[in-house]
């Protein structure tokens, strides 16, 4: 079984405050994975690593930022958040080789009022 | 056109009953494909893992893979009331390490 830590698990913030989702996995994993997923809809992509100090932006334009100074760790932030933030965050990460299963936290619902 | 293709559901059987989950993906380049299950408001949880055409078993989870016909499925035999959650299929193609997901099909088992 992966370990994949999120925290906080619930948060509920007002608007524009400045906010950073934690992510850490102990597996040594290269690859690790941000998505937003709203109830009943698709996962979508917003940022992924492929290493340290590697970033990219994933398919949905999001307002977020990432960062990844250490392997086991690929915190979110968002600078001002926005009622259109809330959602439910999901990280994931990969195991090493050539195939693709993804391994997920728990996930982070955000409520931004 | 999506990639991969879901039947959003819900789907609704009896307990034992035998479940059929689907997707349906264009892409002739994706190999690897992998079927998760979420329960409500948890991270998804991956089920099966396969690559290329073929099915693979794994306790009363089979899964199978058509690639003449671009169609994934995922077959529970003895489903129980815990089954009941969202199943999403996903695939992607060699040397690309972002798969993509389908929209998940939400699966209820009544007792």
């Known amino acids: 079984e992966a370990d994949i830590y999120q925290t906080p698990r619930y948060l509920v913030i007002g608007t524009g405050k400045k906010i950073t989702l934690e992510c850490s996995q102990t597996m040594g994993h290269d690859k690790m994975y941000w998505y937003q997923q709203d109830p009943g809809m698709e996962l979508h992509l917003i940022h992924y690593?492929?290493?340290?100090?590697?970033?990219e932006k994933g398919d949905l334009s999001s307002e977020s930022t990432v960062s990844r100074i250490r392997t086991e760790h690929f915190p979110l932030t968002l600078e001002s958040a926005r009622p259109s933030h809330t959602s439910q965050y999901l990280c994931?990460?990969?195991?090493?080789?050539?195939?693709?299963?993804?391994?997920f936290g728990p996930g982070t619902r955000l409520t931004v009022t | 056109q999506k990639e991969v293709e879901q039947d959003p559901g819900p789907l609704s059987v009896p307990e034992g009953a035998i479940v059929s989950l689907n997707c349906t993906y264009s892409n002739s380049a994706f190999q690897y494909f992998m079927w998760y299950r979420q329960y409500s408001r948890k991270g998804p949880e991956l089920l099966m893992y396969?690559?290329?055409?073929g099915n693979k078993e794994d306790g009363r989870f089979t899964a199978q893979v058509d690639k003449s016909s671009k169609y994934i499925s995922l077959f529970i035999r003895d489903s129980q009331p815990s089954d009941s959650a969202t199943y999403l299929c996903?695939?992607?193609?060699?040397?690309?390490?972002?798969?993509?997901f389908g929209r998940g099909t939400s699966l209820i088992v009544h007792p």
């Open positions: 994931a990460s990969k195991l090493p080789g050539d195939g693709n299963e993804q391994y």
């Open positions: 396969t690559y290329s055409s």
């Open positions: 996903a695939s992607s193609s060699g040397g690309s390490y972002i798969p993509t």
């Open positions: 690593s492929y290493g340290v100090n590697s970033t």
